[in-house]
């Protein structure tokens, strides 16, 4: 897990993206020369978050037996030029009969899904090429 082979060639931007067992495309859209077939990196990043978050309140909601009948999460990014930083947008709605206090403690465990771990804290790139 955490290993992704990504492959380009030369079909402007359209990119195959594995992890071994599965494969997806990655594009960017028309209006920025890609032909739109997949998520863009952007959008990639945000799924990210978003369906480990989902995942993640939907195991400790199955674990303490709570009425959750469905998590739906929006996430975007957003830019500020002016001081260099990115802020994520997430907003998650619960469908089920949930009670105030576990809408609360749902909300506390979203921040400890792994993928909101790594975006939050240190992150380092070191970037090495074949040739």
């Keep these: 897990m955490g290993k992704i082979n990504a492959y ?32 863009a990196p952007e959008d990639l990043l945000c799924s990210a978050l978003a369906a480990c978050t989902n995942i993640t309140l939907r195991m400790y909601a199955d674990r303490k037996e709570w009425p959750l009948e469905a ?10 030029a002016d001081n ?6 997430r907003k998650i709605k619960f469908d089920g009969p949930l009670d105030e206090s576990q809408q609360q ?3 506390q465990i979203a921040g400890l899904c792994p993928v909101h771990k790594i ?4 992150l380092a ?3 090495t090429a074949d040739f």
């Design 125 to 127: 790139i070191e970037t």
């Design 119 to 122: 975006l939050s804290g240190q």
């Design 84 to 89: 260099n930083t990115n802020t994520f947008i």
């Design 105 to 107: 403690r749902l909300l």
């Design 8 to 39: 380009t060639a030369t079909e402007h931007y359209q990119t195959r993206l594995s992890n071994g067992r599965r494969e997806i495309l990655a594009d960017e859209p028309l209006e920025l020369g890609g032909q739109d077939l997949g998520f």
């Design 71 to 80: 998590i739906h999460t929006d996430v975007e990014i957003v830019r500020n």
